[in-house]
């Protein structure tokens, strides 16, 4: 264990997967999945290949999940952020813009309930509005109904 230390999550995966008694990988997966891995960090330039670049690699190929890489069984235990499969900048964002959004979600609670209150009120006042002008139309055809009476009677 002190001697794969030293090496990447690449060659740890080569060591966890090669058969020395066959020389070779124990399945074409894996065999598949290392060259992959060696693929895309070739592709990097020389400088950009950290054992943390191994590490992005590794993941990207196999897959990630705290407490779990696919390929490599329960051997390698990654670092679990606050939330599984979201890194703890995208967790802190995601946290800041969920109490942003209760935050206007209250806001705009409130705003609808002013302006409920708001049409019931402009109700309330159509409804008095509207007695007074049916009120106002019977007085009125009341009297053009007594002057019709009273130029009926004279001659």
Same mark, same amino acid.
């Not at 999550?9 to 060696?38: A, L």
């Not at 895309?40 to 993941?59: G, L, Q, Y």
């Not at 705290?66 to 964002?93: A, I, L």
């Not at 006042?125 to 007085?139: D, F, L, V």
């Given at each position: 264990?002190?001697?794969?230390?030293? @090496?990447?999550?690449?060659? #740890?995966?080569?060591? %966890?997967?090669?058969?020395?008694?066959?020389?070779? #990988?124990?399945?074409?997966?894996?065999?598949?999945?290392?060259?992959?891995?060696?693929?895309?960090?070739? =592709?990097? &330039?020389?400088?950009?290949?950290?054992?943390? =670049?191994?590490?992005?690699? #590794?993941?990207? %190929?196999?897959?990630?999940?705290?407490?779990? /890489?696919?390929?490599?069984?329960?051997?390698?235990? !990654?670092?679990?952020?606050? %939330? !599984?499969?979201?890194?703890?900048?995208?967790?802190?964002?995601?946290?800041? &813009?969920? &109490?942003?959004?209760? @935050?206007? =979600?209250?806001?705009?609670?409130?705003?609808?309930?002013?302006?409920?209150?708001?049409?019931?009120?402009?109700?309330?006042?159509?409804?008095?509005?509207?007695?007074?002008?049916?009120?106002?139309? /019977?007085? %009125?055809?009341?009297?053009?109904? /007594?002057?019709?009476?009273?130029?009926? =009677?004279?001659?």
């Amino acid at each position: 264990m002190e001697r794969k230390k030293d @090496k990447n999550m690449i060659d #740890f995966y080569k060591d %966890v997967h090669w058969s020395n008694k066959k020389g070779r #990988f124990i399945t074409p997966t894996t065999e598949d999945n290392y060259n992959q891995m060696v693929e895309k960090m070739n =592709a990097k &330039e020389p400088d950009a290949r950290t054992d943390e =670049a191994a590490a992005n690699i #590794f993941r990207e %190929v196999l897959g990630h999940r705290p407490g779990y /890489s696919r390929g490599m069984g329960h051997s390698v235990m !990654p670092e679990s952020p606050k %939330v !599984p499969g979201v890194p703890n900048e995208e967790y802190e964002r995601l946290a800041k &813009e969920n &109490e942003q959004n209760k @935050k206007n =979600a209250e806001y705009y609670q409130n705003r609808l309930k002013e302006l409920e209150n708001g049409v019931l009120a402009i109700q309330e006042n159509m409804q008095a509005y509207e007695a007074r002008i049916n009120m106002r139309m /019977s007085g %009125v055809e009341t009297e053009l109904e /007594s002057q019709r009476e009273t130029q009926a =009677a004279v001659p």
